[in-house]
C-alpha cells in the first residue's frame, strides 16, 4: 500500500470524506491481506460513527463490485432486471414474482440470499423443495437463453469483499450503517450485470428497520448510488407491522406461494407480489402502462401461466416437482398447535419480530451461518394487524418437531399478538421513488 492504513481511518474518523484512491487503498489492501482486521474494524466503525457522503458510499459499491467476477449478457442492458427485499417474516415474494416478470419476456438472473437470525431467506426455501442454487457460469447463461432467469445462490468468485466485510461487520457491531448496507445490497446485484433494479424496503417490527423514516433513509440512498453506478432503480416501502402472508418457514412459505401462483393465495401476499413484479416489467419496458402491466400478471396467476413458468424453472434447477405439485405435502412437521389468545375481536398489534423469532425458537432458522435447519417448521394461518377474530379463533398454527418445541412457540406467538376492541389499518405499500 502506498498510503498507511492507520491515516485514512483518521481522516474517516475525523469525518472527512475520503477518495476513491483512499477507499481503493484500503479495502483492496483488506482483500489483499495488506490491512489488518483490527484495522478494518476500527474503519467500519468510523464509518458507522461519521457515516459516507453518497460518492463515497458509490465507490466503495464500485469497488466491492470489482473485487470478483461480474456476469454479462448478450442482450440489452436495460431488459436485464432483479429486485432485492431488505427481509421480513413471510416475505416470500421472489419465488412468486420471478415467474411473473418471466412471463412477460424479462431477463432475471436473480441472486439470493440466506437467513439468518429472525428472518427467512429465499434459498432455504428452494432447498426444502429440492432446488440446486449454486449453478455454473454456463448452467445460468443456458437458463437465461431457455427460460429468461434463475434463482441462485452467490458464489465465491461473486463480490468476495462483500464476504469478508460482512463477516467483519457481525462482529463489530457495524451491521446497521447504512453505507455499508447499501455497498453490500448494490454490489453484489451490479456483478449480476443488470441494468434494472426493484427495491423493497420494509419497516415495523418485523423488519431490519423498525420505522418508515429509517427505511425511507435507506430507500434514498439505495437509489441515488444505484444510479450513480448506472441502474434504473425503483423504490417501493412496505410494511412489516403483520407477517407476510399467513405462512411462516421454509417448506410452508413454498406452499403459500404455489397457491398463489394458483391464483388462490392471500391477498397481501400476492398485491406486493405483483406490484413489485410490475415495478420491475416497467424499468425493462419503460413505455408500457403500470395498470396495464399489473392487470397483465394477475391474469397470468389466474389462468396457469405464472404456475407453468415456475414448475419450468423448478425442472430446470432441480427442484422437486411432484411436492410442488401436491402442496399439502409440504406440511410434514408431526406437531401441530392453535395459539388462541384473549382479548377484544380485533388484532391491533404484532411484534413480528417475535414471530420470527418463534420460527428460530421451532429450528426452523439460523442463529450462526452454518447452523442446519428444519425446513418443515413455522407458524401458518397467521391473522394481520386489523383482523377480526371469532371467538376462540387461532392467531396462528405452531407446526413443529416436537411437543417442547411446540410449547415455547405458542407462548412465543402468543406473546406477540395483542387483541383490542378497534381495528388499526398501516399503509402497506408505498412508491417514493
Not at 418471466?102 to 428452494?126: F, W
Not at 464476504?163 to 446485484?189: C, F, H, N, Q, W
Not at 391491533?348 to 450462526?368: C, E, K, M, Y
Not at 376462540?392 to 412457540?409: L, M
Request: charged residues 20%; contains cysteine; negative net charge.
Amino acid at each position: 500500500m502506498n498510503l498507511l492504513p492507520q491515516e485514512i481511518i483518521r481522516r474517516k474518523r475525523d469525518g472527512l470524506a475520503l477518495s476513491s484512491h483512499e477507499l481503493a487503498e484500503f479495502f483492496q489492501g483488506f482483500l489483499r491481506g495488506e490491512v489488518a482486521d483490527y484495522q478494518m474494524g476500527a474503519m467500519l466503525m468510523a464509518v458507522t460513527l461519521r457515516g459516507m457522503v453518497p460518492q463515497e458510499t458509490s465507490d466503495l459499491t464500485k469497488i466491492m463490485r470489482d473485487s470478483g467476477r461480474q456476469l454479462s449478457w448478450p442482450y440489452p442492458r436495460h431488459q436485464i432486471v432483479d429486485k432485492h427485499s431488505t427481509g421480513g417474516i413471510g416475505d416470500k415474494t421472489s419465488l412468486i414474482i420471478l415467474p411473473l416478470v418471466l412471463c412477460e419476456g424479462v431477463k432475471v438472473p436473480m441472486m439470493a440470499g440466506r437467513g439468518l437470525g429472525h428472518t427467512g431467506g429465499t434459498l432455504d426455501k428452494l432447498e426444502a423443495v429440492g432446488w440446486t442454487v449454486y449453478l455454473t457460469e454456463e448452467q445460468i447463461a443456458a437458463q437465461m437463453a431457455t427460460l429468461g432467469g434463475c434463482i441462485m445462490g452467490q458464489t465465491e468468485q461473486v463480490v468476495p469483499l462483500d464476504r469478508k466485510l460482512y463477516a467483519m461487520r457481525d462482529v463489530t457491531a457495524t451491521v446497521e450503517s447504512i453505507p455499508l448496507i447499501v455497498g453490500s445490497i448494490l454490489s453484489k446485484k451490479l456483478a449480476e450485470g443488470i441494468g434494472g433494479l426493484v427495491l423493497d424496503v420494509k419497516h415495523g417490527t418485523g423488519a431490519f428497520m423498525a420505522t418508515r423514516d429509517a427505511a425511507y433513509e435507506l430507500a434514498q440512498q439505495l437509489a441515488t448510488v444505484g444510479r450513480s453506478c448506472g441502474l434504473s432503480v425503483h423504490c417501493t416501502l412496505s410494511d412489516m407491522n403483520s407477517p407476510l402472508g399467513t405462512h411462516a418457514g421454509n417448506a410452508l412459505e413454498v406452499a403459500e406461494c404455489c397457491e398463489v401462483l394458483s391464483g388462490r393465495g392471500p391477498e397481501d401476499t400476492t398485491e406486493l407480489s405483483i406490484h413489485l413484479a410490475a415495478e420491475m416489467v416497467r424499468l425493462a419496458m419503460p413505455s408500457r402502462d403500470g395498470d396495464e402491466i399489473r392487470a397483465k400478471l394477475r391474469g397470468h396467476l389466474l389462468d396457469g401461466t405464472a404456475w407453468r413458468k415456475f414448475l419450468q424453472v423448478a425442472e430446470a434447477q432441480n427442484g422437486d416437482l411432484d411436492l410442488l405439485q401436491d402442496p399439502k405435502r409440504l406440511y410434514k412437521a408431526p406437531v401441530k398447535k392453535a395459539v388462541v389468545v384473549s382479548g377484544g375481536p380485533f388484532v391491533s398489534t404484532i411484534d413480528t419480530r417475535q414471530l420470527g423469532l418463534a420460527v428460530l425458537a421451532l429450528g426452523g432458522g439460523r442463529r450462526l451461518v452454518n447452523d442446519r435447519i428444519n425446513p418443515w417448521v413455522g407458524l401458518t394461518g397467521l391473522k394481520r394487524v386489523g383482523a377480526r377474530l371469532d371467538r376462540d379463533e387461532p392467531v396462528a398454527i405452531v407446526h413443529a418437531a416436537d411437543e417442547s418445541t411446540a410449547a415455547v412457540a405458542v407462548n412465543m406467538v402468543g406473546q406477540a399478538y395483542k387483541l383490542g376492541e378497534q381495528a388499526t389499518a398501516h399503509v402497506f405499500i408505498e412508491d417514493i421513488t
